[in-house]
């Protein structure tokens, strides 16, 4: 059975087989313990009651167990957005002084967070664009890439990836948004995947939302992370959820809603259903838009053998002529949003690299005639249809 039938089946078979099917939202902030011996025993950890809805709610737990499944994790942790998931790993992992490791492209909202963001609180990232060119100092703590770069689809070498990072006790993360279920992040060596669920997971621009998915920490990360190593004597498999949620979570407060987990599984119950058919369409699309275009949407058969997802970016040469694309299709959204049900579409210069410098944006492969696509559950003849008129307009 492939990833994609394995998980279709999982999802849709969590709910109760008595009572309600379509799972309960829990609108409560606050959770009365019932006597103070089970309040001790909730603060504690040893008793798996709700606490406070900031350190999660029944109906997020629910989603975090389908979350944990998406890779056969050993549990995740929910968060109010993909940037409240990295961040929070990102604090709970790191102190004044550490350094990251990020390799091959990335998404403009994280390169903000680890080239602006860390360094004031004294956190200093390195960008680098491949897996050989890595240099790592007796600082670098994490070990940081997208399954997919963002926007221009680099993939980067993740089995040397993760040996470089078991050769330096290296925390491996790898942000997964763009191809769960297409890409298993642990089988290449990471040590914790990040989502932003609000993508392809939820599905449909209605919720916004994120996770961190963990395995069962390696007994070296429980060295170079001291902090970890006092979590697993506690938590054991769990260690890395004690870490995010005192560590973070709770300090900062990036919760997701009890009605945003509720939305975004129902999303998750057809992800493996939408994101074989995007990718089969945006591998058509890619296709016929290079007769027109320079088209960016990259392919390896070793780490995707069943394809990279709905992104792409297409090169128009011109940032006349991406307008002129985008003004002209009858088809595309225009927003900075990806792996929806609908194809959306959005220039990249002039939007989410806006405040990019020319080396940045250099780095990250932007340039006046990038529009980057998100291809959707539309018929993908009609689709193909109206982007070649739009391109040749
Ligand atoms: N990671 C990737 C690869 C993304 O594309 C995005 C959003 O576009 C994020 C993280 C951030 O997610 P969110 O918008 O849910 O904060």
């Known amino acids: 059975m492939d990833n994609f039938e394995r998980f279709q089946t999982f999802v849709v078979q969590q709910a109760a087989k008595e009572g309600p099917i379509s799972p309960p939202i ?22 798996k009651k709700p606490l406070y809805a900031r350190m999660g709610n029944p109906t997020l ?49 994280s390169f903000a967070f680890f ?35 963002n926007p221009t689809t680099t993939i980067v070498d993740f089995a040397k990836l993760g040996e470089i990072a078991r050769a330096h006790g290296l925390l ?4 997964n948004t763009i191809t769960p279920l297409l890409f298993e992040p642990f089988r ?21 939302g994120g996770a961190v998915a963990y395995k069962e920490p390696r007994a070296q990360l429980l060295e170079r992370f001291s902090f970890l190593g006092k979590f697993y004597e506690n938590l054991g498999k769990d260690a890395i959820l004690g870490v995010l949620k005192k560590r973070a979570l709770r300090d900062y407060g990036m919760s997701m809603s009890a009605y945003n987990a509720y939305l975004t599984i129902l999303g998750l119950e057809t ?30 058969e070793r780490y995707f053998p ?18 002129r694309f985008l003004q002209n299709s009858k088809m595309l959204y225009i927003t ?17 690299y806006k405040d990019f410098t020319p080396e940045q944006k250099r780095y990250l492969g932007i340039t006046p005639g990038l529009v980057r696509l998100s291809i959707g559950l539309e018929n993908p003849d009609v689709l193909i249809e109206d982007l070649l008129a739009a391109a040749k307009s």
């Open 271 to 300: 992800l493996a259903l939408r994101i074989q058919r995007v990718t089969k369409s945006a591998q058509r699309v890619a296709e016929a838009l290079r007769d027109v275009a320079e088209v960016y949407y990259g392919s390896d």
């Open 188 to 208: 290449w060596g990471a040590d914790v995947v990040v989502y932003s669920t609000t993508k392809i997971i939820a599905g449909h621009a209605q919720a916004l």
């Open 115 to 149: 080239s602006e963001t860390l360094p004031r609180f004294g956190v200093q990232t390195r960008f680098f664009a491949k897996a050989e060119e890595v240099q790592i100092s007796p600082k670098t703590k994490i070990l940081y890439c997208e399954s997919v770069g």
């Open 172 to 175: 491996f993360v790898v942000d």
């Open 336 to 352: 900075a949003n990806i792996g929806d049900a609908r194809t959306l579409g959005l220039h990249m210069e002039s939007t989410i």
């Open 26 to 47: 829990t609108g409560s902030a606050a959770f009365s313990y019932g006597d103070p011996d089970t309040a001790t025993d909730i603060f504690a950890g040893r008793a």
């Open 61 to 109: 737990s629910y989603l975090e167990r389908l979350v944990a499944g998406i890779d056969q994790a050993d549990g995740a942790v929910g968060f109010a957005s993909g940037m409240g998931a990295i961040a929070a790993l990102m604090s709970a992992f790191l102190q004044s002084g550490d350094e990251v490791v990020c390799v091959g492209g990335l998404f403009g909202g």
């Open 306 to 323: 069943h394809g990279i997802g709905p992104m792409m970016a297409v090169d128009f040469g011109s940032e006349e002529r991406a307008y």
